[in-house]
């Protein structure tokens, strides 16, 4: 198993370095279900922000992407059930996709709620809406 940091994933995506990017597309096609690419939790909040905050991508895009590397056999995902639930929530809800992730993952932790500050994440799935 090989793992990938977010600038590999991105070079992937973007194909927007002529040097860097047919490199990142080698090395994704020597991956197999019996070699997989490893994907943390961080490489992918970092995926998501950068495509939606720094190359505004539309967050329609971004989750059909998340969603086809939950079904890529040569792809394993780190806590893939959090991420799951947290994709879906982020499907269709107003906050970041790192907020549904935190929340889902210290639900799985055994957390009972997630307090937070952010108002977008207030009403989502696992938080508690903290005032000062």
């Known amino acids: 198993m090989i793992a990938f ?3 590999i994933l991105l070079r992937i995506f973007l194909s927007d370095d002529e040097r860097q ?3 990142a597309h080698a090395l994704a096609l020597r991956a197999s279900p ?3 690419v490893f994907l943390s939790v961080v490489v992918l909040v970092e995926f998501v922000w950068t495509l939606i905050r ?3 991508v539309p967050r329609e895009t971004v989750v ?3 969603e086809t590397l939950l079904l890529r056999p040569d792809v394993l995902i780190e806590s893939v059930d959090a991420v799951e639930v947290a994709l879906g ?3 269709s809800g107003k906050a970041d ?3 549904y992730l935190i929340a889902e993952l210290g639900r799985t932790a055994g957390a009972t709620t997630t ?3 952010d108002t977008d994440a207030r009403d989502a799935p696992g938080f508690t809406l903290l005032t000062a």
Do not use: C, G, I, M
Request: glycine share 0%; aromatic share 16%; hydrophobic share 25%.
């Open 5 to 7: 940091d977010t600038n």
């Open 64 to 66: 059909a992407e998340l």
């Open 97 to 99: 996709f790192s907020d």
């Open 21 to 23: 990017s047919p490199v």
């Open 89 to 91: 929530h982020f499907r």
């Open 115 to 117: 307090y937070t500050f």
């Open 54 to 56: 720094q190359k505004k």
């Open 34 to 36: 019996e070699e997989p």
